[in-house]
Each structure stands twice: as C-alpha cells, then as structure tokens.
C-alpha cells in the first residue's frame, strides 16, 4: 500500500527559484493538506483542499499554491523561495469526517539559500 | 496564545517507568483529539484518538477534559521503543480534518 508519497525527499533551492513538491494519495481520500514544520513551531498548515478542484489558505500560505485537478494528487508551488521557506514539508490525507486518521507522506527537507 | 499547547519536555524516563504528558487546547468548539507520534525526521503517525469516556491501548490511555480543554496521555511500563515526540493534535470547527498540532513532547527512555 503506498498510502501517500511526497516528491523530492530532499531538494536545495537557491533564492528566487521557483519549484513545485509532489504529493499523491491512493486512499481515494477528499481532504489533503500540506503542513510546514519548524523547530519549536510544530506543523503548521499551509493550503488545504476538500475535493478536487476545491482549495483553501490555511495558517501559513504566503508564497505558495496549491490546485486540485484531481482527488489524487494535490502539489504545493514555491512561486519564489525564500530562506524562510527553509522547513520540513508534509502533506497529509484523510476522509472529510472529522474524527478520522490522517496519513502523512514521508515529508520533504527544503534548504533555500 | 497558541491553539495547542504542550509541554517540549524533554522527558528523561528509565524504562518501566511511567510517564504522563499533558495538553490543552483554546478552542471550545474543538470536535476532535489525537495523540499522534513523530519519530526523528519521520513523517507524524496515529497513536490514539482521544475520547470523553477516556480510552485505552495496551500501555497507553488518553483521556479528554473538555470543561478544562485539558487532554492527556499516559505511558506505562514504558520502553525504549516509546522513545520519540508525541504531538497532541485537535480538529477545529468548520468542517474538513483541518488539524492543529502542538509544538510536541520529546520522550527519552533510557536503559
């Protein structure tokens, strides 16, 4: 079972670039969502969508998009990185019921410098 | 103030010991609660859900406090393998999983 897979692993960007994170669900699941964690920040959410073609801001989204083209998969885009972009990123899946497990992909370790 | 707030610890426990983490959450309209455990520089996974009755799984029994917003995990017999950071999470209102994560609590269990 795949469950949710993140691309790259890890990825060095210099400032100014622009790149886009993978991530694909094969649960069928409606909601997915992309976290950032930060040394003593916990996760923090960035955009989340509720179906395809449905996407919404959550705590942190400046500087980056989201689109929903499909139920599976759900990439997040760096329009121009900054060194403070530099972060742990996890997207996450889950069923709309509220009281349901959600499952992370491997997560990615974004440098920028 | 943050939504979730959690002691960083870390906790240093030999083993067999029991250890117990502590939580509380701002928004009384929270519908759900979730122990979940990270592992150094792995991805966050589901240990417990967390209920008003309080449940249990083997070693580890969570409990819910909603008049205090207060919830807990408890460990024990703890081993070595428990070694890692438990993150207290809770589902806010307005539909959608939209989670919210605590900064976490590190556990060390120690021979």
């Known amino acids: 079972n795949a469950g949710v897979t993140q691309t790259p692993k890890f990825q060095v960007l210099k400032t100014g670039q622009s790149m886009t994170l993978q991530c694909a669900q094969d649960m069928n699941h409606e909601y997915m969502s992309w976290y950032r964690q930060d040394p003593g920040m916990g996760l923090r959410l960035i955009h989340y969508?509720?179906?395809?073609?449905?996407?919404d801001q959550g705590e942190v989204p400046n500087g980056y998009n989201v689109s929903r083209s499909t139920t599976e998969d759900f990439p997040l885009r760096l329009l121009s990185a900054a060194p403070s972009q530099t972060s742990v990123y996890f997207c996450?899946?889950?069923?709309?019921?509220?009281?349901?497990?959600?499952?992370f992909g491997q997560g990615t370790r974004l440098t920028v410098v | 103030r943050k939504e979730v707030e959690q002691d960083p610890g870390p906790f240093n426990v030999p083993e067999g010991a029991t250890v117990a983490f502590n939580c509380t959450y701002s928004?009384?309209?929270?519908?759900?609660f979730f122990w979940y455990r990270q592992d150094c520089r792995k991805e966050p996974k589901l240990l417990m859900s967390v209920y008003s009755s309080g449940n249990e799984d083997g070693r580890f029994t969570a409990q819910l406090n909603r008049a205090s917003q207060y919830i807990s995990l408890l460990i024990r017999d703890s081993k070595l393998s428990d070694s890692a950071t438990y993150l207290c999470?809770?589902?806010?209102?307005?539909?959608?999983?939209?989670?919210?994560f605590g900064t976490g609590t590190q556990l060390k269990v120690e021979l």
């Open positions: 969508s509720v179906g395809a073609g449905i996407t």
């Open positions: 999470v809770v589902n806010l209102p307005g539909g959608g999983n939209k989670l919210t």
């Open positions: 996450a899946s889950s069923s709309l019921l509220g009281n349901t497990e959600a499952f």
């Open positions: 928004n009384s309209a929270s519908q759900s």
